[in-house]
Each structure stands twice: as structure tokens, then as C-alpha cells.
């Protein structure tokens, strides 16, 4: 049987948007952030585009409905880099920023922020 905190650490998401200097911005979830913050390193390496900006938000539980609505209102103002799904060609990163910190006080605000790991330490 897990430990509460083992539990709090595999349930916890992380939300991102990252702006590369080509003018992509990319959005996403991960549950190992490092990992994936390495594998957009690597992409931009590949596309000649270091990454520049980025934002990232703690879940406790389900990042993907936000990552959807992160998704679909990128998609209505920008095309998407052939074959990739949440890279954005000439987004404003602010804007997506933006967008990206309403969800984020929208989830705070019924607590899908509040991990157990942040209770435990509390």
C-alpha cells in the first residue's frame, strides 16, 4: 500500500505553456516535468529554437481538461506546426500566458491546487 505522500506525488500534474525563440509556443501536462522540460530542449536543439519563457502550474490530480481548454484556444487564434497538436506557430506567448494564469486562479479557487504533499508540509 502506498504512503499519502507517495500518493500525493503520483497523482500530482503539471500544466505548462513554453515559448520557444522561433515564435512557437507549446502546451501541455506532464506528471514528470523535468523529463518533459529535457524532450522540449531537445526539440527546439532540433528546430534550431532555445526555449525561452515558460510557466508551470502544479495539479493536484487531472491537468487535462485544462490542458484541453489551453489546447482548444490556442487552436482558434494560431495554425499548429505540422504534425504536433499543441505547438503553436506565432502565438503570443503573453496571451497564452494570460489564458493560462485565469486557469490556473480558476483551479485554485476549487482547490484543484492544493496537493497533499503542500498539506503534509503545511
Given at each position: 500500500m502506498m504512503e499519502p505522500a507517495a500518493n500525493a506525488v503520483s497523482s500530482a500534474r503539471f500544466l505548462y505553456v513554453i515559448g520557444f525563440a522561433d515564435g512557437v509556443v507549446k502546451v501541455g501536462q506532464t506528471q514528470n516535468?523535468?523529463?518533459r522540460f529535457r524532450a522540449h530542449q531537445?526539440?527546439?536543439?532540433r528546430n534550431g529554437a532555445t526555449i525561452e519563457r515558460f510557466e508551470i502550474g502544479l495539479r493536484h490530480g487531472s491537468a487535462r481538461p485544462d490542458e484541453k481548454r489551453l489546447i482548444a484556444f490556442c487552436a482558434e487564434r494560431w495554425p499548429v506546426v505540422p504534425g504536433h497538436s499543441e505547438f503553436f506557430v506565432g502565438a503570443d506567448f503573453d496571451e497564452v500566458a494570460d489564458y493560462f494564469w485565469a486557469l490556473e486562479w480558476r483551479?485554485?479557487?476549487v482547490g484543484y491546487l492544493t496537493s497533499e504533499i503542500e498539506?503534509?508540509?503545511a
Amino acid at each position: 500500500m502506498m504512503e499519502p505522500a507517495a500518493n500525493a506525488v503520483s497523482s500530482a500534474r503539471f500544466l505548462y505553456v513554453i515559448g520557444f525563440a522561433d515564435g512557437v509556443v507549446k502546451v501541455g501536462q506532464t506528471q514528470n516535468m523535468p523529463q518533459r522540460f529535457r524532450a522540449h530542449q531537445c526539440y527546439g536543439r532540433r528546430n534550431g529554437a532555445t526555449i525561452e519563457r515558460f510557466e508551470i502550474g502544479l495539479r493536484h490530480g487531472s491537468a487535462r481538461p485544462d490542458e484541453k481548454r489551453l489546447i482548444a484556444f490556442c487552436a482558434e487564434r494560431w495554425p499548429v506546426v505540422p504534425g504536433h497538436s499543441e505547438f503553436f506557430v506565432g502565438a503570443d506567448f503573453d496571451e497564452v500566458a494570460d489564458y493560462f494564469w485565469a486557469l490556473e486562479w480558476r483551479a485554485r479557487d476549487v482547490g484543484y491546487l492544493t496537493s497533499e504533499i503542500e498539506c503534509q508540509a503545511a
